[in-house]
Every structure is written in structure tokens, then in C-alpha cells.
């Protein structure tokens, strides 16, 4: 086995674990070619949209800075530190930095001040050793979609993205990497997709409006997008978005996106499909996606060694592997170049206009 092709097999991964402590499994991960941790929630709290009780009271910045310093000293190299950081739905950091208003209390906020305040609270998330949030949702809901319920911001195409585009501007300058989610846009789901089958209806008005969000927030200079968990009979029947060439060449082609893209969780029902872990991260990284999200208990070392035997029997290109490899590392990097150079931004409200300064 080349050293190349498993050391990129696992920088492709982004486990995901709900404690700030790296057990050996995340350890060895680092190892051997990680470079991305997601600091996750538990089933329970992702499902009440909210951090427990215990969770608040206990966890301290120093204990974020802590496994962030850990993680990367394992690595030897810069990492990314990922936590879901939603508007109006799960923020991971709860107390430990300052907060934004709920998703209907933003529409009375303006651009500038949403801007303003997502710098705030990015900010001290990069201080602590966070450089990516899986966030905003820019799904335009206008549908049942439990899924997607208390975590979205609305059915107005026009409001989700002023919002969105607001949110992603304050956290990217704070040297913070933004992920647009959930592309192209589920706005309605009658399942949960992390629980059984899911497919977004056929609307060409739904889809346009879709699309139309995700436009904006790639103009906005957004550095990282999620496709989502569902199908689209409408572009591909057989695949979920996070798997399928036709939805991922949409968002490369069409829209031109040349970022990050991550996948949605391997393990959601509606994205493994009936089909192995290993199957349905090889059909991801085939179809486009960069940076594979998994939960740390799934067998990091037995799916990296999947992905390197998938390239060695031509079910992969290697140098498809090689470019999502080097395009994590890169956004890693990158970040990290950003807080070394002392970028920062002052914000100020003279007469009640608010203004922003750059300096370095």
C-alpha cells in the first residue's frame, strides 16, 4: 500500500465525536494522515436542537483549546476543528461564546449588525481552536421537513439569504471557515433522512429558489459547501445529493463552486442506501465530495484502507483521492495562515451606523 494513497485515504475523513477528549481510534487517525475533527453532540442533544444541561455547566474554552492543541500536535500539521454551529438551530459552543439571536429575532436585525455579531461569536470559536463551522442551513423550507425542524431559517428565498450571507462574511473574516448546507437546497422531506429513506419532491419553483440561495452565498465568498442527505428524483433517482455525481457536478459545473465540499453524515439512512459504509464513501469522493463526515466508531482504519483499495482496483482515480486529500489540507492551511498573519476586524457604530475596520 502506498504511503501517499493512505495518508490521503485518511485526510478525506472527518470523524465526528461528542466528547473534547481524543481516544486512540482518533489518535491514530491523526497519525496516520488526519487532518479534520468534528467536536459532535450526542443523539439526544441533536435531537432536542440544544446542548444538555451537564454539557453547559461543564465545559470550559480551555478544555476546546485543549484537544484542538492535542489533535494537532498528533497530526503535525495544521488541522481543521469543526463544530456545528447553526443560526437558530444546534449551536455546539452554547454558552462559551457570545451568542445570535434566534431565526425569527434576525429578520429584525440588519446585515450589517447579523455581520457584525457572527465575527463576535466566530471570533472567540477561534480562539478556543475552531476553524469550521458546518453552518449556516440555507435550505429554503417550505414543506414539512422534520428534519430540518427549529434549525432552519424560513421559507423566503430573499431572507434566508441576507441572513446567510450576512452570517458567512462575520465568521470567514474571523478566519473561520463557513459551510454553506444542506446543497441544493431539501425544501421539504417527509422522513428524516438520518433515519429512514428520504427524497425532496419535484418543484422546478422550490429548486430554482434553491439554487438561487446557493448562487448568493458562493458570491458572498462562501469557502465550504455540504451537499445534503436526500434524493432528487428529478436529477438523480438512485444516489443521495452527498453521493451523486449529477447533484455535485451541478454545484461544480453550473454553479462554479470551487471550495471545500463535505459531505452529510455517511451514516444517515437516506445516504447509505442499503449499502456499506466503504461503498458509500468511495460513490462520494467519486462523485466530487472532498471531505467525508463519519462517526469516529465506524472504523476509520478499515474505511481508509477501503478507499486505498478502491483506487489500487480502479474504482477510484488516484489523483481524485490525491486532490480531495490536498484541497483539505489546503483549507486547513489556509486558515491557520489567516490567524498567523494578525488579520483582524473593529467594528464600530458611530451615530448608529455601524462601520468595519480591517487591519492586520
Not at 19 to 27: A, K, P, S, W
Not at 59 to 67: D, V
Not at 349 to 356: D, E, S
Request: proline content about 4%; aromatic content about 4%.
Amino acid at each position: 500500500m502506498s504511503s501517499e494513497l493512505q495518508r490521503a485515504a485518511y485526510a478525506v475523513l472527518l470523524p465526528a465525536f461528542a466528547g473534547l477528549e481524543l481516544d486512540e481510534t482518533v489518535r491514530r487517525y491523526l497519525n496516520r494522515g488526519g487532518v479534520s475533527i468534528l467536536l459532535g453532540e450526542t443523539r439526544e442533544e441533536y435531537l432536542a436542537r440544544n446542548m444538555s444541561f451537564e454539557r453547559r455547566r461543564t465545559e470550559t474554552h480551555a478544555h476546546f483549546t485543549g484537544i484542538a492543541d492535542a489533535a494537532a500536535v498528533c497530526a503535525g500539521a495544521p488541522i481543521l476543528v469543526a463544530v456545528d454551529q447553526e443560526l437558530g438551530g444546534i449551536q455546539r459552543l452554547h454558552r462559551l461564546v457570545p451568542g445570535l439571536p434566534s431565526a425569527q429575532a434576525l429578520t429584525h436585525l440588519s446585515a450589517e449588525e447579523i455581520e457584525a455579531r457572527s465575527y463576535e461569536m466566530a471570533s472567540a470559536a477561534r480562539v478556543m481552536g475552531v476553524n469550521l463551522f458546518l453552518a449556516p442551513i440555507v435550505d429554503v423550507v417550505t414543506g414539512s421537513n422534520p428534519w430540518l425542524y427549529q434549525r432552519n431559517l424560513g421559507p423566503d428565498p430573499a431572507e434566508v439569504s441576507r441572513i446567510a450571507c450576512a452570517f458567512i462574511r462575520g465568521v470567514q473574516l474571523a478566519g473561520v471557515i463557513a459551510t454553506a448546507k444542506h446543497f441544493p437546497g431539501h425544501h421539504q422531506t417527509e422522513h428524516d433522512p438520518t433515519e429512514a429513506l428520504a427524497s425532496v419532491p419535484d418543484s422546478a419553483e422550490d429548486f430554482a429558489q434553491g439554487l438561487k440561495v446557493f448562487r448568493e452565498v458562493i458570491a458572498a465568498g462562501v469557502q465550504a459547501i455540504m451537499p445534503g442527505p436526500a434524493v432528487f428524483p428529478a436529477l438523480d433517482p438512485e444516489r443521495s445529493a452527498s453521493t451523486s455525481e449529477k447533484v455535485i457536478g451541478l454545484l461544480r459545473g453550473r454553479l462554479g463552486f470551487e471550495g471545500l465540499i463535505v459531505s452529510d453524515d455517511l451514516d444517515a439512512v437516506s445516504i447509505l442506501r442499503g449499502n456499506s459504509l466503504a461503498v458509500t464513501a468511495v460513490n462520494a469522493l467519486r462523485a466530487g465530495a472532498h471531505l467525508l463526515l463519519v462517526s469516529s466508531e465506524s472504523g476509520l482504519d478499515a474505511l481508509a484502507q477501503s478507499i486505498v483499495q478502491a483506487v489500487e482496483n480502479g474504482q477510484l482515480a488516484e489523483a481524485q483521492l490525491l486532490a480531495a486529500a490536498e484541497k483539505v489540507r489546503g483549507a486547513a492551511r489556509v486558515s491557520k495562515a489567516q490567524v498567523d498573519s494578525g488579520l483582524y476586524v473593529s467594528y464600530s457604530i458611530p451615530g448608529g451606523h455601524l462601520t468595519r475596520r480591517v487591519a492586520r
